[in-house]
């Protein structure tokens, strides 16, 4: 007979590893972070900067990025409410 349902669950489990190349992703992920507001706020700026905005508007559109980026945490608790598709849309939508 096999063993007990006690014996199996105190079992040593089999240790868990990422796929091979999975770390890869997270290497892209990590520099996608870093460069994403780099490359998509300068080019905004200079953007604006040559259709004639003042400098407040320069600086309210520099900022906004940071400050959506710190908005994103509070908004995950929508995620399972809505979907993440959804979400997703609704946030490009509006962006």
């Known amino acids: 007979m096999s ?6 669950l105190r079992a040593p489990a089999e240790p868990v590893s990422f796929p091979p190349g999975l770390h890869h992703a997270y290497l ?10 780099v490359v998509l706020n300068s080019p905004m700026v200079l953007y604006a ?6 400098a407040t508007v320069l600086g309210i559109i520099a ?12 908004a995950a608790s929508y995620i399972p409410r809505l979907g993440f598709k959804r979400f997703v849309y609704a946030g490009w939508a509006r962006g």
């Open 3 to 8: 063993k007990r349902p006690i014996e199996a």
């Open 28 to 37: 892209f992920a990590t520099f996608n972070a870093f460069s994403f507001q």
């Open 49 to 54: 900067k040559t259709l004639g905005a003042s």
């Open 63 to 74: 900022g906004m990025m940071p400050l959506l980026v710190i908005f994103q945490i509070p």
